[in-house]
């Protein structure tokens, strides 16, 4: 994923605010991108010709198949216009598309909507995939990935959530329901034994995908887990919610009901 100093990495999501352009700033993050002086009105016409261009991501900032969307967005260098919402208050232009009301959605240039994940992760990884995440070379381990994936999605899921409502309701239950969500992180574990990732030596779809359930599992219990022996999950998962991969997808921003503003987010 490359290393980056901090001072170049903070300018890299563009502020494009549809109805309040402040030129002091607008100005900075445009001049950093390209390198030259920009008057308000190139600014303003470079700005409607990069929306017009750019999906629409409607998400949630610490929902595990938002996070993992966001993630794959910025490895496959797919920009997108990002709209941070919250479930209490969900935007009627998102609940006029997509009316189930669940996030990720993402709303193509021509139209077109993706309200899954996984198929969100898949569509930008198959436009451009730079660190070969979905492993061309190795196409036999494609399925499988996928296989583990949907395994996460739904028993360990399922387990997932019986195990959070019983640590918050203190249910005499909890020790039994997080033992069922082990039999899948036990099977994570032995997939790091022998590899940096699930897969091999790389990051792949299938650790983007199963990170942020995995982050909740930890998060249930925080001591629990630190003293639960699962050493190469931990490390697998503590490398990755420190990257700069990581960082760039959890930044967080004004929900679009506030002021409609939308955030050019990507890797450059």
Same mark, same amino acid.
């Given at each position: 994923?490359?290393?980056?100093?901090?001072?170049?990495?903070?300018?890299?999501?563009?502020?494009?605010?549809?109805?309040?352009?402040?030129?002091?700033?607008?100005?900075?993050?445009?001049?950093?991108?390209?390198?030259?002086s920009?008057?308000?009105?190139?600014?303003?016409?470079?700005?409607?010709?990069?929306?017009?261009?750019v999906?629409?991501?409607?998400?949630?900032?610490?929902?595990?198949?938002?996070?993992?969307?966001?993630?794959?967005?910025?490895?496959?260098?797919?920009?997108?216009?990002?709209?941070?919402?919250?479930?209490?208050?969900?935007?009627?232009?998102?609940? #006029?598309?997509?009316?189930?009301?669940?996030? *990720?959605? =993402?709303?193509l240039?021509? $139209?077109? /909507?993706i309200?899954?994940? !996984?198929?969100?992760?898949?569509?930008?990884?198959?436009?451009?995939?730079?660190?070969d995440?979905?492993?061309?070379?190795?196409?036999h381990?494609?399925?499988?990935?996928?296989?583990?994936?949907?395994?996460?999605?739904?028993?360990?899921?399922?387990?997932?959530?019986?195990?959070?409502?019983?640590?918050?309701?203190?249910q005499?239950?909890?020790?039994?329901?997080?033992?069922?969500?082990?039999?899948?992180?036990?099977?994570?574990?032995?997939l790091?034994?022998?590899?940096?990732?699930?897969?091999?030596?790389?990051?792949?779809?299938?650790?983007?995908?199963?990170?942020?359930?995995?982050?909740?599992?930890?998060?249930?219990?925080? #001591?629990?887990?630190?003293?639960?022996?699962? *050493?190469? =999950?931990?490390?697998?998962? $503590?490398? /990755?919610?420190?990257?700069? !991969?990581?960082?760039?997808?959890?930044?967080?921003?004004?929900?679009?009901?506030?002021?409609?503003?939308?955030?050019?987010?990507?890797?450059?």
């Open positions: 994923m490359g290393k980056t100093t901090e001072k170049n990495s903070s300018p890299n999501y563009y502020l494009l605010n549809i109805h309040r352009i402040q030129k002091a700033v607008v100005s900075k993050v445009f001049n950093y991108t390209w390198g030259q920009l008057t308000t009105t190139q600014i303003l016409q470079e700005r409607r010709r990069r929306i017009k261009s999906a629409i991501l409607y998400s949630l900032q610490n929902c595990p198949f938002a996070m993992r969307a966001r993630m794959a967005l910025l490895m496959a260098k797919q920009d997108v216009l990002l709209r941070a919402i919250v479930t209490k208050d969900k935007p009627k232009e998102m609940l #006029k598309i997509s009316p189930k009301g669940t996030v *990720p959605i =993402l709303v240039v021509d $139209g077109r /909507l309200d899954e994940s !996984l198929e969100i992760m898949t569509w930008a990884l198959q436009k451009s995939d730079p660190e995440l979905l492993y061309r070379k190795e196409p381990l494609y399925p499988q990935m996928l296989s583990l994936i949907s395994v996460c999605d739904s028993g360990f899921r399922t387990n997932l959530s019986a195990y959070k409502y019983g640590n918050r309701y203190h005499p239950n909890e020790i039994e329901l997080r033992s069922s969500c082990e039999v899948f992180i036990k099977q994570l574990e032995r790091l034994q022998n590899n940096n990732f699930l897969f091999g030596d790389k990051l792949s779809i299938a650790d983007l995908a199963i990170l942020p359930n995995v982050r909740q599992f930890m998060n249930v219990d925080k #001591k629990w887990f630190r003293g639960a022996y699962y *050493p190469y =999950l931990t490390n697998w998962l $503590g490398n /990755l919610m420190q990257s700069l !991969l990581f960082s760039k997808a959890m930044r967080k921003y004004p929900l679009w009901n506030d002021n409609h503003e939308e955030f050019l987010l990507n890797w450059d």
